[in-house]
């Protein structure tokens, strides 16, 4: 906002945004509180507090864990309780703090932010566009006096020709200009005008932030996202998304993410259910009976981590192949897909967003899983992967799944696990345990060191067998919609602020007032929005240059723009 | 070479900040007021151009921008600032604006070199992108503009502060304010703590300074909602002199705190380094129980040839001029009679990484058999190791900061209590400095002019390249880490200011204060992920 209406202190006390003849202009009546609510969408404090607000909760959000930490299992809440109490913990799950990003006063506060700015913006568009348009005289000697830079000459060639000149050399300077007579027919106007579209700027800056959050937000709601682990010569069925793009389905993803903001998960129905089996499913087998159109198979030819010499990730190198939707159908091309550098096939982006979990992984590994509870000995041999989905224990009702592997277990002195590169020295796999939901056991097994592994009272006996190496490829499959929307944000912002701070709106003011035979005066006024010190010396510039147009002596009149007080706003 | 550029721009950085406060004095025109005024200058210039030719080293030897760390990106954005500095001293031929400037670039060089100046020959997969060099480099010219900003409106506050029209009252008052404020904080804490909430594992002279950092986190709020008259005051602007000399005051303990922190830090990696070599002495040792010349010898024999088989393929690399894949390599390996598993494909700055390494290995490795004297028995060993790790262990816990809970309170505990001396300095001096300080009207329209050039950069490369570039690294626009968010608010505080300029009773003092705030947030930013952690904590 350029200018707020009047000091502070003025009635109404706060800085409206709001012209007058704007929207809701001219109503005196006691105001409802509707109106009252328009008033406050108008007011530029209420965009300050609302950032200032934002601000403060996003910190917050940022102090307070937004998702479960590696290695903690359960939800969010639970680790809320635990950590900060019952009391603190659960004001904090009820205020939402353990998803605040996605609470529902998270999205009021930013529907409020950006209807705020249209409105202010909208307020002010109506008087942009008339400034930006003008077409504006002066025409006494005061309103030339009264300019901030100002000068009259004298010249030796007769009225029409000194406007004449005048107008040519300032379209010369890429003004535009436009003439007039007097209204008393005895003199000449002129006005010029360059960079007026500069007062734009702040409106498609503001604007464009809006477009961004808005874009964002729909991106958020019907984007899709899924993460694939995948194996060499391994080949996943992408589904067919195409049914997101119904309103149906997109209008039951948006109700359950309001429901979800709320913190009531609704029972997904019809369409939710296929997604979710897509959500949740392993994409090398999804369910056969999924009444799903299938649009292409991706196949992972090549994984390759390397490293540098002191262990140091340095790329991470998937070779797919995209494949026709069925069994028969042959490859249509290969592509590497890097860190930086995803596939974009049919609107899916494929991201090399992990490797088999962390360092340097096995394929599966062999596990003799032992219940110490002497009434029911069963010994259980499993052969997992890891990163796996969780495998039942039998009909213990309990079930183990395979968090991490590393060839050469050792321990910093801050007690964190390495990774060291280098032969298999001392293979370890680090598994958990599930009972109903909840974390039983976990820890790491030795494949050299099979009685050193878990405590003396946990409920199972883990020992690691063999087990093959190879990498596993984390792939993040998502889909960006309405992308095109952020990008359009992107380029006004950019469009807006270059406007707002590289172009300068100056106008320049001329009245040639004939003198009698080949003589005229020609008075001369200007008015730059911004950088005030160099359009100074712009304007004496063309003095000399009008002053060129006759050969006759300057005659200083008026006041000289030297002295006049500028600053810089 | 780089130690040394890095001490001579230091050093030089150093004096010529004297040179610019010892100028302060004299009179203008006089002998002694000239040989600084030439002399400042020319010290930073000698400055600038030695961390200049750093800068092109580290660019050569690594073969990309140097922009990748903390230590590079201080240098460099201290290397920006270096640049406003001549191109405001330019514009405003005030000395103090120097002696302003100046102590920004020695204290940027002071923090960059207490990060590891480590050459990193491999950026990870996820820095692996030319939008590093847009969304970093373009960040770091934003905030190098928003720091001279950030003087403009510390010396806009000093300049705009009046004493004649203070009544000695307010004066003591925000005293008052400050010290009831902290110990209401303190109290808050106390009883936080007695109910087992925050700082429990705290104890000893520690947990006084943690009660008061984490009392200061209580007061400020407090203090600023009291204060509030103070800084709206007309008369005198009492409160902007307070809030700038806080903000400079706890900057400059911030840096001194954090240097010393770091200092501490790579103490302690430098004797589990010798912890490590020990260790390899004791790998050394064999069946006989002791470390003889000889069992020595064989282990540094192993060494120098994996030592000479980097060189060979240092050497290799040289004639073929790319990646070595590992059957160009398959003889050298071979012939080596070494058992080393190398990873290939391998370029030339891994390979003279690695190289360095092992050069440094073997002379720790020598150095330390040289301390000990040879033969030495295994129970020599184990006792020393014991002691190294007794050493390890008491750093770590007995440092200048708790171990885990309550680093933060300490954090701030500790530079509050730095701080008192630099605020009651800059206090008294900001009296007798105001003739030196240009006119208001000239700061407030330099500092726009500042503002509007940095806004514009820091709007398209911190946050829209930074979101493109996110977009196609982690397949999300904005994943709201700290470094996001902290960029965003640094972003609203300056359009903040921008908008505050259009409106009255917000501009001159409040617009300077949140010039100033601006880039104390944006130095939160920076510090707060080795905190906070999240997706930019890169190192």
Known sequence: MERANGPEGSSPARPHCREKGGFLAGKKKKKGVLERFWDTMESMRF??????????????????????????????????????????????????????????????????????????????????????????????????RDQANNRSLRLDIAAEGAAGGVGSLLEQQGYRVFKRPHPSGEALLLYARKGALSHFGPFLSH???????????????????????????????????GYMSSPGYQLELVAGRIREAFGSPGRPSGLMLADSVVRNSDWRRLPADLDLRRSFRVRLDRFEAQFTPQGKPKAYLSTV?????????????????KVNDPLIYQGMYFYQSSYAPSGRAAKWVE??????????????????GIGRPAVPLGSSGDSIRLVRFTGNFRRNPQGEVLDLPGEDRNPAV????????EVIMQGWSFKNFPDFSHRRDDPYAVVMGDYEKGYLSGLTIRTHHSQGVIWAGFALLVLGVMLSFYVNHRQLWAMVVPEGGARSRVHLAGLSYKWKQPFLAEFKSYLEKIRALSAGPPEAGGRPSEQTKTSEV | MEATLFSISLWSFFAGMMAHFLGLFPREGTRAGRLFRWLAPALVIIGSGSLTALIIQRWATQGRVPISSSYEYLSVLTWFVAVF?????????????????????????????????????TLIPALQSYWLKIHVSLTIIGEAVFAVAFVLGILYLVKNYRADRVDPQSRRKSLYLFLGAELVGMNVVGILRALGLVLAGVRGPVLVVCLLGGGFLVAVPLYLWACRRLVADGGGNHGGLIFAMTVFSLLVSGMFLGSLVNRNQQRIESTAYRIQTLDRLVEGIGGSGELTRESLERLLGEKRRELDLYLGLEKLHAQRKHTLSQEEARELIDNSGTELRIDFPLTLGE???????????????EALAGELGLPVKLAGLTALRRSLVDDYNRMVTSGLLPHDSGRISAFLGYMLLIAV????????????????????????????????????????????????WAHYAWGKWWSNDPKEIGSLIVWFVYAIYLHARYVKSWSGTQAAAAAVLGFLLAVLGFVGNSVLGGLHAYG
Not at chain 1, 367 to 384: G, M
Not at chain 1, 430 to 437: E, K, L, M, Y
């Open chain 1, 430 to 437: 680090q598994s958990v345990i599930t009972r109903g939901g």
């Open chain 1, 367 to 384: 596990l003799t899983v032992a219940d110490k509870d002497s009434t029911h000995p069963e010994r259980y041999e499993l052969k997992l």
């Open chain 1, 321 to 337: 192949t995209v494949l026709g939707p069925g069994p028969e159908d042959g490859p249509l091309f290969s592509q590497l897909i």
């Open chain 2, 85 to 121: 500095y001549f191109v405001v001293l330019n514009k405003v031929r005030k000395p103090l604006m120097g002696a302003c400037i100046s102590p920004g670039m020695f204290l940027g060089l002071v923090f960059a070199g207490m990060y590891p100046r480590k050459l990193e020959m």
């Open chain 2, 421 to 468: 001396p630099f605020f009651i300095l800059g206090y008294l001096a900001a009296g007798p400095l105001q003739d030196r300080i240009p006119e208001l009207e000239i700061l407030d329209s330099l500092a726009y002019r500042t503002v509007s050039l940095g806004f514009p950069i820091y709007t398209f490369g911190a946050l829209i390249c930074g979101a493109v």
């Open chain 1, 47 to 144: 965009a300050v507090v609302l950032l200032v607000v934002l601000a403060v909760v996003s910190l917050v959000g940022v102090l307070l864990p937004q998702f479960p930490p590696d290695g903690f299992e359960g939800p969010l809440e639970t680790l809320f309780l635990q950590k900060y109490g019952p009391f603190f913990g659960g004001l904090f799950v009820f205020l939402g703090l353990d998803h605040l990003f996605t609470a529902w006063w998270y999205y009021l506060l930013l529907a409020l932010l950006c209807l705020n700015v249209t409105v202010c913006s909208l307020n002010r568009l109506k008087r942009i566009t008339a400034l930006v348009r003008r077409e504006h005289y002066l025409e006494t000697e005061q309103d030339y």
């Open chain 2, 351 to 365: 390979i003279r990484q690695e190289r360095r390494r092992l050069q440094g290995d073997l002379v720790e490795i």
């Open chain 1, 207 to 241: 604007i464009s932030m809006v477009i961004i959050i808005l874009g964002a937000a729909v991106s958020y709601l019907l984007s899709f996202q899924h993460f694939q682990w995948m194996g060499a010569d391994e080949q996943i069925v992408v589904p067919d998304l």
